[in-house]
């Protein structure tokens, strides 16, 4: 049992919420502050992406004993529907019974915060953080940037409010720190598919939906009042972008000639599309993560990444998890627990930044690539057979709890592997042949 302490935390979206559940548990008193509302008082806002609890957030959850009650407001998708011009193809995740569960992200953070609450995590709304002492962990709080500021002082702060980060800012102003922010020239959209009157979805409640179209795609994900909530990700500027989408005509026309199966199932495109605002994709790199033992960056705060892996919740509720082991392996000794959290984690923050990245070329192109999808095929096949010697680079991802850095070596390893095989002649006739599977058993010996 560690000695109590009074611990701050900034941010109080899922990974401060849940953060704040957990120092609770181990006898710290908790309190959260955020310059924002009380996200339980406020419409959410059209900028959001549904998110994909995979097991490594299902271990943290399930770790102080919230996993049921955030299941009851998921729903699992077992498989992809990538929506062609013409058709629509079935891909499914894992081994059978894996999956993915979707959440709208408002009602997670809803929930998160009166389970917080309830576990004893005081939470402070509309408290604008400006500034932290780093040397003694004071919160510098006021109405503006310029204005009069109070101070608070805690023994611990950890900042785990996002890609933005003012405690991070803070943190780059010492000397020796590493930071680099890249914007994908992509940004991103809120839709909406209704339910039907009867409360049904209209699309299967059980697959995520990609339209995949090379330079831009659309995304479906279910929710529990039967609705969708749709993510358009575009280019900025270009000939199919944001900026050339002018006037209601426009997009009318645009959903017509390249999302046709979109038109009947979105009736208020035109309204969502011009009212909901074009939002801006980043991933953020840093280091250190820590200061002493007295300030902490997590989740977004120290290694946001653009969400085509459904990992960006994932990883800051296991960067949680690790953190917590340290804990009970350290004690009271929070200078190593800190400095330990920060050098296993970052090689991982790095990885699924990187995976993340690429699977958005892989989202917007390649599932709609016969080559590819007979290439997923020829994966599963060879994994079913030898489970022991290929797990599938998603599958590694999105259903293990190994590394993300591992995942990202093996997968490249893989790929190498697989580019070979690709190149076979006949390769869709003989995919599934015993010559096919030798092959690839001592291409595995090989490297």
């Known amino acids: ?28 008193s908790v309190e959260i502050y955020d310059r924002s509302q009380d996200i339980r008082t406020v ?31 998921a729903l699992p998708m077992d498989k992809r529907a990538i929506h062609l011009k013409d058709s629509v193809a079935e891909q499914h995740y894992g081994q059978e019974g894996e999956t993915i569960d979707s959440l709208s992200r408002g009602m997670l953070n809803r929930r998160m ?37 109070s101070e608070v002082k805690h023994d611990i702060v950890f900042g785990a409010d996002g890609a933005f980060s003012r405690i991070r800012h803070r943190m780059q102003r010492q000397s020796m720190f590493n930071y680099s922010q890249d914007f994908l020239e992509t940004g991103y959209k809120e839709l909406n598919i209704p339910a039907n009157p009867d409360g049904s979805h209209k699309l299967d409640p059980s697959s995520f939906h990609i339209w995949p179209r090379g330079e831009y795609m659309l995304i479906a994900l279910p929710n529990l009042d039967g609705s969708f909530t749709c993510t358009l990700f575009m280019p900025f500027d270009g000939e199919n972008s944001f900026a050339a989408l002018t006037d209601r005509a426009k997009v009318e026309a645009f959903f017509r000639e390249n999302l046709p199966d979109t ?30 033992d007295k300030v902490a960056l997590i989740g977004d705060a120290c290694h946001a990444i653009v969400p085509f892996y459904g990992q960006g919740m ?30 296993q984690r970052k090689p991982n923050a790095d990885a699924i930044a990187e995976l993340s990245y690429r699977n958005f070329l892989e989202m917007s192109s390649k599932t709609a690539d016969p080559q590819f999808l007979l290439r997923k095929k020829i994966e599963k096949w060879f994994a079913d057979r030898h489970p022991s010697m290929w797990e599938p680079l998603y599958s590694r991802v999105t259903f293990s709890h190994r590394p993300y850095a591992e995942a990202l070596a093996i997968g490249d390893r893989q790929k190498i592997i697989m580019d070979d095989i690709m190149m076979i002649p006949n390769i869709e006739r003989v995919w599934d042949s015993e010559m096919i599977e030798k092959r690839i058993l001592q291409e595995l010996q090989d490297n």
């Open 1 to 28: 049992m560690q000695k109590p302490l009074r611990i701050a935390i900034v941010g109080s979206g899922l990974v401060g919420s849940l953060l704040g559940i957990y120092l609770r548990k181990a006898g710290h």
């Open 43 to 73: 419409k959410f806002s059209g900028r959001s992406i549904n998110l994909a609890m995979s097991p490594r957030g299902w271990k943290a959850l399930d770790a102080v004993g919230i996993g049921d009650a955030i299941r009851s407001i």
């Open 113 to 149: 915060v009166d389970l917080a609450e309830e576990a004893g995590v005081i939470f402070h709304f509309e408290q604008k953080v400006w500034d932290v002492t780093l040397a003694d962990a004071t919160l510098h709080i006021g109405e503006t940037e310029r204005g009069e500021w």
């Open 263 to 292: 038109v009947d199932v979105i009736p208020n495109l035109v309204h969502d599309f011009f009212t909901n605002p074009t939002s801006t994709l980043v991933t953020m790199k840093c280091y250190p993560w820590t200061y002493s």
């Open 314 to 343: 994932n990883a800051g509720f296991e960067d949680i998890s690790v953190l917590n082991e340290l804990m009970q392996q350290y004690g009271d000794d929070w200078k190593t627990i800190f400095s330990e959290y920060q050098s």
